[in-house]
């Protein structure tokens, strides 16, 4: 098997995360809002297996898929709102739906 | 097997990173799912097939059409891109870039200071894994079928059209 | 046993007081008054048979008790609901109920056309019921209840005609001013319970007598506490203030005040804790010198007073003077006696004043009156037996025996006996002037209105009964003086009061006393019929000299009382109000409620609505909590 350091694995987890967290932030589309945050559960998704590797416990993927379910179920939901978004004011620009703010 | 663990990971961020800069939603999907491919790569050679083959199937395979199908249903053509070159400026960027950067800089910080060095990685069977998930997280995996139903539901009644009389 | 029914004497008002405020709104007015009178009078009737019992077969220990019920029952203090019932208790119930029983019949057609019928005969029935409760309590507390009850129905009933402000004013006065005194006695009772541990009436007042030395400092300031409380509700100097304004309540209403229930609680108070006051001669010597210096005060003022109703206030003052000066000397029955009779006569004169201002459509000024006597005659009959008995003209009139003795008994005081004797004496005189100038101006001489009614047959009922006992109350004691020697009252409270200070020498004194006495009544009343009625320019003349008339004002001012307590006490306090109208202490908490709303405002305006602006926030916490926990 690979002899592979676990530092250097968290590394790659945690680029990602800060790729993904670059994307929710700096986009105003909701697509690609909802895309950063696939992004950040994946790489967070990574860092359990990951971790999981590293004992040889099966734990670490068991949390991988019950965050794969989390995600299946966030995004079900988000992309539906997306289409209300779109559906209501015409535009996927996030800062469109600021009717709630206090 | 190292280099194939650096490759695919050196794939993993470029990917992303055109993700992050794409301004047409169908190309930064499919860098996206080049991504999840690549990080399935990373599962099975660190010893975790199982998890490596549902990266596939579900994330690159059920989620992301899901994704592609919402777009296409938006129909998001030529001036969407010009809008999002237009939401694309420097300026917008350099905040969350900054706050990232920081957010980053100190994980790295955590991971490398706390770095043993060790190398070991010990492969995990799809057996073991599944007599976990159905053994000690068996709570767990109900609870996740719950969320999933409710996901659906939530999922189904905000898809329907509303009638014009609630907007 | 009868006895056993001494409960139902105070519930059977109590009864009455709540049918009325419960059911009221579907009774006739009719039924109001039965209701409203005929309680008090079962009472009354209730009151009597026990009165009777109580004489031919008295109890053997010469009094009864009777528990109904434990009220609180804290740590080491248990207070009950106990009745007690003595001679002196027994006078007491027996005034309240019949003279307020008359009271309560004249009120029935008296009060008649006023809208708040049921409500004034709700309060009187309280009112009664109070009382009761105040006199036969076996303990203090039941007997603050009672105190407090009293004034709350004061208050009540002297501001019943509440849609004038005058009114209110008058009835808040007289609550405050009443208010003071009753803390006083509060924070005597405490500080006896503080001591004793115990507030039954009778085993305390043996803890006292055994455990307190004679004129100890604890001692005085109790008794000086409680003298505090009897002095405010009594209307004695310097608490007076509040009584000449209670006039504003329905006339009825100030008989029953000065007659039956209120002003007579502090005498009645004294009485019931005289073992107190004996163990603190110092308070007992103030008891004395405020009651003489009242009633001169008081007499002065009612001199030159124009309303009749406030020379019957000032003459409640004073009378209750007399009533304080004979339990200062000790003469406790001689006040009791007094009390009974000013009960009668007080009575007798409120309800007849009553009748005249009602007759003359609300003329109060004595001046606007005049020839009444003709007009009507039964009613001016029964003010001049009332007036009679308060001038104490001798022989005829039942004031003339309890003032009397008291004046007999005060000369046989020990110490200043002959100062206090000297000063009755000229009360004496100048009660008999004030009254017989009310009498010779309102009801003498040329009518100067046209009456329009007389009594109702329920107020000549009233008016005839308490007329009859001005003349008659007294003649149960008559004293040795005049060859008499009847001692049926003396004998009765002997059981409950010690006697009053006996003669050092007999012989022809207490006779000449008498005399003394009876010709000061007489020159009295000849005075105000040389003044008033034979040469009224010369009275007019007396008073136009600017020394008179600047003495007139002040006399008629009531001694400047009020003006003195209105610049020492209300406008200071008033002023202090307005300038902590935003209270201080408040501002602390407006503070607090500023700032959160500050502080909201500032947060809500981070609520953009904007989900970025959100994420970045987490995603800000996050680092922060990160370098919290990992760095250094």
Sequence with gaps: MAEIPLTHGLLLAVILFALGLLTVLARRNVVFILMGIEIMLNAAGLAFVLGGARWGAPDGQVLFILILAVAAAEVSVGLALVLQLHHRFGSVDVDAARQMRG | MNMIFYLAALVAISSTALVVTSRNAIHALLYLIVSLFAVALIFYVIGAPLAAALEVIIYAGAIMVLFVFVVMMLNLGEQATAQERRWLQPRIWFGPAVLAALLLAELLYVIVAGASGERTIAPVSAHDVGMSLFGAYLLAVEVSAMLLLAALVGAYHLGQRMSSAED | ?632
Excluded at chain 3, 361 to 387: N, V
Excluded at chain 3, 433 to 449: D, E, H, N, Q, T
């Design chain 3, 1 to 632: 046993m009868i006895y056993d029914a001494l409960w139902l004497v105070p519930l059977l008002p109590l009864i009455g007081f709540v049918c009325l405020t419960l059911l009221g709104g579907w009774l006739s007015r009719r039924a109001m008054a039965v209701l409203g009178v005929g309680s008090v009078a079962l009472a009354t009737a209730l009151a009597f048979t026990i009165g009777y019992t109580f004489l031919t077969r008295p109890p053997a220990t010469g009094h009864c008790t009777e528990v109904i019920g434990s009220w609180l029952a804290v740590g080491n203090l248990h207070v009950r609901f106990g009745l007690y019932l003595d001679a002196l208790a027994l006078v007491m119930m027996l005034v309240v109920t019949g003279v307020g029983l008359l009271i309560h019949l004249y009120s029935a057609t008296f009060m008649a056309a006023d809208s708040g019928y049921r409500r004034y005969f709700a309060y009187l029935n309280l009112f009664v019921a109070s009382m009761l409760m105040l006199v036969l309590a076996d303990n203090l507390l039941l007997l603050y209840l009672g105190w407090e009850m009293v004034g709350l129905c004061s208050y009540l009933l002297i501001g019943h005609d509440y849609a004038d402000p005058v009114n209110g004013r008058a009835a808040r006065k007289a609550f405050v001013v009443t208010r003071i005194g009753d803390a006083a006695l509060l924070v005597g009772l405490l500080l006896l319970l503080a001591h004793w541990g115990t507030l039954q009436i009778q085993p305390l007042l043996g803890l006292a007598a055994q455990g307190w030395a004679n004129g100890s400092a604890l001692a005085t300031v109790a008794a000086a506490l409680l003298l505090t409380g009897a002095v405010g509700k009594s209307a004695q100097l310097p608490l007076q203030v509040w009584l000449p304004d209670a006039m504003a309540g329905p006339t009825p209403v100030s008989a029953l005040i000065h007659a039956a229930t209120m002003v007579t609680a502090g005498v009645y108070l004294i009485a019931r804790l005289h073992t107190l006051f004996e163990l603190a001669p110092a308070v007992q010597h103030a008891v004395a010198a405020l009651g003489a210096l009242t009633l001169l005060l008081a007499s002065c003022s009612a001199l030159l007073q124009r309303d009749i109703k406030r020379i019957l206030a000032y003459s409640t003052i004073s009378q209750i003077g007399y009533m304080f000066l004979a339990l200062g000397v000790g003469a406790y029955a001689a006040a009791l006696f007094h009390l009974m009779t000013h009960a009668c006569f007080k009575a007798v004169l409120f309800l007849s004043a009553g009748v005249v201002i009602n007759a003359l459509d609300e003329e109060h000024d004595i001046y606007h009156m005049g020839g009444l006597g003709r007009q009507l005659p039964g009613t001016s009959l029964a003010f001049l037996t009332g007036a009679a008995s308060l001038a104490a003209l001798p022989l005829v009139s039942a004031g003339f025996y309890s003032k009397g003795l008291i004046l007999a008994q005060t000369w046989n005081a020990p110490g200043m006996g002959v100062w206090l004797w000297t000063g009755g004496i000229l009360g004496t005189l100048l009660t008999a002037i004030y009254i017989f100038r009310a009498f010779f101006v309102a009801f003498l001489g040329r009518p100067k209105s046209h009456a329009r009614c007389g009594a109702t047959a329920a107020e000549a009922v009233a008016l005839v009964v308490l007329a009859a006992l001005s003349v008659t109350a007294g003649f149960v004691e008559i004293p040795a003086g005049l060859g008499g020697g009847v001692q049926a009252f003396t004998g009765l409270v002997a059981s409950a009061l010690p006697p009053g200070p006996q003669p050092a020498h007999t012989g022809n004194l207490p006779a000449l006393l008498e005399l003394i006495a009876s010709l000061t009544a007489v020159a009295g009343v000849l005075t105000a019929y040389y003044f008033f009625r034979y040469r009224p320019p010369a009275a007019t003349a007396a008073g136009a000299h600017p020394i008179t008339a600047a003495v007139g004002r002040l006399w008629q001012s009531g001694w400047g009382f009020d003006w003195a307590y209105e610049r020492l006490f209300v406008r200071p306090l008033v002023m202090f109000t307005r300038a902590n109208r935003h209270d201080a202490v408040d501002a602390l908490f407006t503070g607090i409620a500023a700032g959160s709303r500050a502080l909201h405002r500032g947060l809500s305006r981070t609520q953009t609505g904007r989900v970025r602006w959100y994420a970045a926030g987490i995603a800000c916490g996050s680092f922060i909590l990160i370098a919290l926990m990992v760095l250094p």
